[in-house]
């Protein structure tokens, strides 16, 4: 039995995942993959909590699953796995459901969002999606969830959730600790929202270099900045902010005195930073390339996570269920 402590986190299937999600998030995950027990689920019950193509969703978990390995997720040093083949999960949502009440599940800021979007089919399941989200933390007793920000109000939520039933059946969920990633929130390449697939202002981790630097070229920079020769202020450029995620500490010194003395022009500050991205990228693509030449080693990865964390989860659950004096 490992001594070490446990950490869950959770990924929607939506397609590739971009570098929003891989420095808020999943770069977080590989680092932590030897300190603590991981368990890293890729979560298709949420995805169907808003309107979707049942035909697409199995290609978008398995482009999941290939992205997160590529991305590091080592199935011999983490638990990887779908969450609906953990079916434990949504039996103690429904346990916790019962302890939830209604009011707090509509003042959450994603179902507000993703209701405004949904209009037509605002489901039971979107209002309830924090719910699934808190049982899949607490049903592996995690001590701790590492998210980019915007995951910071779900995560209040697991712990209220967690007290909640703590106080009415007896102490026996951990409150989880929330671990935010060094990019806690990177904004999409138009510089005015959070980058999301949803908004399609990403830049994916998989993508071809060429497709990457065809998005690039175009993005949003400090918009004061209207000719080559005006100086700009790298605080108001987004592109300044992503090369702090790749680029050394000289060559940020390096490109803010170039941009405020306007001796480097937007184009080229880009370059360099696209030039920094690759050397991330580039050995995530090709593990993916190679990933996708063994379907067989990924299926075999997420049946034994998926078995691994059964184990887990049902020995939770069966607990859960006695305290709440189901026979
Ligand atoms: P999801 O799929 O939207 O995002 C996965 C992870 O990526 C982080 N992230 C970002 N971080 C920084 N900047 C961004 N622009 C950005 N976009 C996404 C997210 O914070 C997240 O950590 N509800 C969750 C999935 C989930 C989950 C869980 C997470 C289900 N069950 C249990 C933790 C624990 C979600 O939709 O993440």
Same mark, same amino acid.
């Given at each position: 039995?490992?001594? *070490? ?157 967690? *007290? ?62 209207? *000719? ?29 005195? @170039?941009?405020? @003395? ?66």
């Amino acid at each position: 039995m490992s001594t *070490r402590k446990r950490i869950l986190s959770g990924i929607q299937p939506s397609g590739t995942i971009h570098i929003g999600n891989y420095f808020g998030a999943v770069e977080n995950w590989v680092r932590l993959m030897d300190t603590y027990d991981c368990f890293f689920t890729i979560v298709d019950l949420h995805a169907i909590t808003v309107t979707y193509d049942p035909a697409l969703l199995p290609q978008r978990v398995w482009d999941a699953a290939l992205d997160n390995m590529a991305a590091g997720l080592d199935p011999a040093r983490c638990t990887i796995f779908i969450q609906s083949h953990v079916p434990e999960h949504t039996e103690l949502c429904w346990l916790l459901n019962c302890v939830t009440p209604l009011g707090e599940l509509g003042r959450m800021t994603q179902f507000k969002e993703k209701s405004e979007r949904e209009r037509e089919n605002v489901t039971a399941g979107l209002l309830n999606y924090p719910i699934l989200q808190a049982a899949d933390i607490l049903i592996y007793k995690a001590d701790a969830v590492p998210v980019g920000e915007d995951q910071a109000q779900h995560l209040e939520f697991s712990r209220e959730v967690a *007290r909640r039933f703590n106080n009415r059946f007896g102490d026996y969920f951990p409150e989880p600790a929330t671990l935010i990633g060094r990019g806690a929130r990177i904004m999409g390449l138009d510089g005015d929202t959070k980058m999301s697939k949803s908004m399609d202002n990403f830049i994916g981790v998989t993508e071809a270099p060429e497709a990457i630097w065809e998005k690039l070229r175009p993005a949003k920079t400090d918009e004061a900045r209207k *000719r080559r020769t005006d100086p700009g202020e790298p605080d108001r450029c987004n592109i300044f902010s992503y090369h702090k995620l790749v680029t050394p500490d000289d060559g940020i010194r390096d490109i803010a005195a @170039g941009c405020r @003395g306007a001796t480097i022009g937007c184009i080229d500050c880009k370059k360099i930073f696209h030039a920094n991205l690759m050397r991330v990228l580039d050995p995530i693509r090709e593990r993916r390339q190679d990933l996708a030449a063994h379907p067989e080693l990924v299926r075999e990865a997420l049946d034994e996570g998926a078995r691994r964390a059964r184990k887990v989860a049902r020995e939770t659950l069966d607990g859960a269920k006695k305290l709440m004096g189901l026979l």
